[in-house]
């Protein structure tokens, strides 16, 4: 079984900067891709990053390139996404998801995910 956990969400004013955490109870951390999503009612689900354990560049949404960063902490199964220089359009909830890693899978869908946090509110106010 897989719980992730998100946390830190909040309301911001535009330009500031918030840190989500996603803690992740079970046996998947140590070898898994972690991913953020985020959603706007009545929109789909967005892509924002991704880690793998294997290390690397992540890759991020172009929206928030260079304003985002994605870790990871294994000894504490968690993952990270610091969001600086925060925009009203960021304004979302926030999901954390959880796969083994899988050949050919992108990692860039939510589809790609088995595992989901219940997300944690982000509100960006100008």
């Known amino acids: 079984q897989v719980t992730l956990v998100e946390s830190g969400g909040g309301l911001v004013q535009a330009g500031g900067s918030l840190r989500l955490s996603c803690a992740a109870s079970?046996?998947?951390?140590?070898?898994?891709?972690m991913g953020w999503f985020r959603q706007v009612p009545g929109k789909e689900r967005e892509f924002v990053a991704f880690?793998?354990?294997?290390?690397?560049?992540?890759p991020y949404a172009d929206s928030v390139k260079g304003r985002f960063t994605i870790s990871r902490d294994n000894a504490k199964n968690t993952v990270y996404l610091q969001m600086n220089s925060l925009k009203v359009e960021d304004t979302a909830v926030y999901y954390c998801?959880?796969?083994?890693?899988?050949?050919?899978?992108?990692?860039?869908?939510?589809?790609?995910?088995?595992?989901w946090g219940q997300g944690t509110q982000v509100t960006v106010s100008s």
């Open positions: 880690t793998s354990w294997r290390g690397g560049s992540p």
């Open positions: 998801a959880a796969t083994r890693i899988v050949p050919g899978r992108s990692y860039l869908d939510g589809r790609d995910y088995d595992y």
């Open positions: 079970g046996s998947i951390f140590s070898s898994s891709v």
